[in-house]
């Protein structure tokens, strides 16, 4: 059994930190001494949520992170004790119809089996959302879900390397695959947003606009690469983007925030043959009005429109490739993590997502 303090969402809205106790770790676990939790906007969603997403209250939030693992379960053999994890929340199950031919990026079923973990107080079962829960001092995770870091990488910013940066990234070079010399507009520009604006660059990109209403985030775009912004408060998205452009629209276009109308407007982005990308997970009444016919229609241009969940990545070989990255200073981590704050202070941590304050914040563990 591993004791450990973690922060819980025990109601719609309400966070509260108790001791809890996990089982384990049994066959194709470890247990990680965690040392960052990356707040993401799905944990916000899910706490905002009237039914916890599906989910019996109490539940344990937190799906990206990293740590050192502690302890392995029986039959583990590829990690061990003393070894530096990111943890991500995409696990393929190798079953599905996606699996079976090929496609595990596409996996259906993607999700780590949950541990076992009742709070100390009551001995109540509490439950992991998507699989995983990293809101506490020390967890037991599917091992599956952990991956092995060079110890030179920071294990403060590679906290965010299980989500945030997996989906944006992944989103550029895995989903729409960007291509050398291509045009990029990317619309909206928080932690998923600058994501996909490195991903693009790292991709080759020669341009990337980026699109938000808030003058912070576009300043927080040009600091991680973009090379033109447009505020959509003050002028309209689209022709700001196609005046940048000379009228051409962009290769590829990404929408980072969730809405419908931010989707239309990627789509109105692109050039001849372009590509735009659904990243934000909308609301469950969102609908999308698409221009068929006519010569700027989406038939007469050739574009496409497609999904991503989790930047289609594979954790097990994406995160040693972001190592890489950050350690070869392509990847500008240090950048996006804007705060760090106590498990005590998870709340503020919501709220600075909530308000825009905060890029990406991270629970540090003083472990």
């Not at 799905?42 to 989910?55: A, E, F, N, P």
């Not at 031919?101 to 596409?106: C, E, K, L, Q």
């Not at 020669?206 to 505020?231: P, Q, S, Y």
Request: overall charge negative.
């Amino acid at each position: 059994m591993i004791k450990a303090t973690a922060a819980l969402l025990v109601s719609p809205g309400t966070m509260v930190v108790e001791d809890v106790e996990f089982e384990g770790p049994g066959p194709g676990q470890i247990a990680v001494q965690m040392a960052a939790a990356g707040i993401c906007h799905t944990d916000l969603h899910i706490r905002d949520s009237s039914d916890g997403w599906g989910l019996a209250f109490p539940l344990l939030l937190g799906h990206e992170g990293s740590g050192i693992v502690s302890a392995v379960g029986p039959g583990e053999s590829d990690l061990g004790p003393g070894d530096h994890v990111a943890i991500a929340c995409r696990v393929p199950c190798g079953v599905c119809s996606m699996c079976a031919r090929g496609d595990p990026r596409r996996c259906r079923a993607s999700a780590a089996k949950p541990a076992n973990v009742r709070r100390v107080s009551d001995g109540e079962k509490i439950n992991p959302a998507l699989g995983i829960g990293l809101f506490a001092d020390q967890v037991v995770v599917d091992a599956r879900a952990a991956v092995k870091l060079d110890p030179l990488v920071p294990l403060d910013v590679a906290g965010v390397f299980g989500c945030a940066v997996m989906t944006g990234v992944g989103a550029a070079t895995n989903t729409a695959r960007v291509f050398p010399g291509a045009s990029v507009a990317v619309v909206g520009c928080g932690g998923i947003g600058l994501s996909a604006i490195q991903g693009s660059l790292i991709a080759g990109s020669g341009r990337v606009i980026a699109v938000d209403v808030v003058d912070k985030k576009l300043e927080w775009a040009k600091m991680v690469g973009a090379t033109e912004t447009v505020n959509a408060s003050a002028e309209d998205p689209v022709r700001a983007v196609r005046d940048i452009t000379n009228g051409k629209g962009v290769d590829f276009a990404f929408e980072a925030v969730g809405s419908g109308r931010c989707v239309e407007q990627c789509l109105e982005m692109l050039a001849y043959g372009g590509t735009a990308t659904v990243i934000g997970v909308p609301p469950a009444t969102e609908k999308l009005s698409i221009q068929l016919g006519g010569p700027s229609g989406f038939l007469s241009n050739t574009n496409s429109l497609l999904v991503t969940h989790g930047g289609d990545s594979l954790p097990q070989h994406d995160l040693q490739v972001f190592s890489q990255l950050l350690l070869q200073g392509r990847l500008g981590l240090e950048k996006m993590v804007s705060h760090r704050i106590d498990l005590s202070e998870i709340e503020h941590g919501f709220e600075m997502m909530r308000s825009g304050e905060s890029i990406r914040s991270i629970v540090a563990f003083e472990s």
